[in-house]
Antibody, heavy 120, light 106 residues
Framework: EVQLVESGGGLVQPGGSLRLSCAAS????????INWVRQAPGKGLEWISY????????YYADSVKGRFTISRDNAKNSLYLQMNSLRAEDTAVYYC?????????????WGQGTMVTVSS | SYDLTQPLSVSVALGQTARLTCVGN??????VHWSQQKPGQAPVLVMY???DRPSGIPERFSGSNSGNTATLTISRAQAGDEADYYC?????????FGGGTKLTVL
């Protein structure tokens, strides 16, 4: 079964750090772009980061640029999001989502999400 | 930055046709994707590249894109179609989502 499973969410104080993981299974991980998307409580979807299949190209939304770092380990079929200098407005469910075949393709597989709460 | 505008809510009678719009500057020149999200669940892709349906998505779902408006059309609406729907495009090295439309089936 093609699957993405996020982990690493939790409660963190403002200014703190957290590292999210996304474990992939059921497909050739290195062949696909992966994205992080978040959703604040009661709000819409917000794309925050992209990484190419081999990890050589990354992009970030302005809201997280300079604070978050996306990376992947294709040998471990895993994606990561290092989040530093966290703010209350970073509170959200964080999803990893696979880009379909091709470049900059629609997100055809989503994980179930992991909740990040930034609060003192 | 590129903006996508979706109506906050759309209502449709059971069995009728719902049309969900996504407005963006010259959006017709871009590939538009649509995702469906039900409460407490992760989004699910229901349309990609304007009018291609992923496997498992009913033929009742169709899409179009021209000029400044992309449209997701849901024919013979069912109670199970009630959800939030998001349009999405790639622009200037970023993914952009619309604000989402809540579809209510009456």
């Amino acid at each position: 079964e093609v699957q993405l499973v996020e982990s690493g969410g939790g409660l963190v104080q403002p200014g703190g750090s957290l590292r999210l993981s996304c474990a992939a299974s059921g497909f050739t991980f290195s062949s696909y772009e992966i994205n992080w998307v978040r959703q604040a409580p009661g709000k819409g979807l917000e794309w925050i980061s992209y990484i190419s299949g081999i990890g050589s190209v990354v992009y970030y939304a302005d809201s997280v640029k300079g604070r978050f770092t996306i990376s992947r380990d294709n040998a471990k079929n895993s994606l990561y999001l290092q989040m530093n200098s966290l703010r209350a407005e970073d509170t959200a469910v964080y999803y990893c989502a696979r880009g379909g075949s091709g470049t900059y393709s629609a997100f055809d597989i989503w994980g179930q999400g992991t909740m990040v709460t930034v609060s003192s | 930055s590129y903006d996508l505008t979706q109506p906050l809510s759309v209502s449709v009678a059971l069995g009728q046709t719902a049309r969900l719009t996504c407005v963006g500057n010259n959006i017709g020149s871009k590939n538009v994707h649509w995702s469906q999200q039900k409460p407490g669940q992760a989004p699910v892709l229901v349309m990609y590249r304007d009018n291609d349906r992923p496997s498992g998505i009913p033929e009742r779902f169709s899409g179009s894109n021209s000029g400044n408006t992309a449209t997701l059309t849901i024919s013979r609406a069912q109670a199970g179609d009630e959800a939030d729907y998001y349009c999405q495009v790639w622009d200037s090295s970023t993914w952009v989502f619309g604000g989402g439309t809540k579809l209510t089936v009456l």
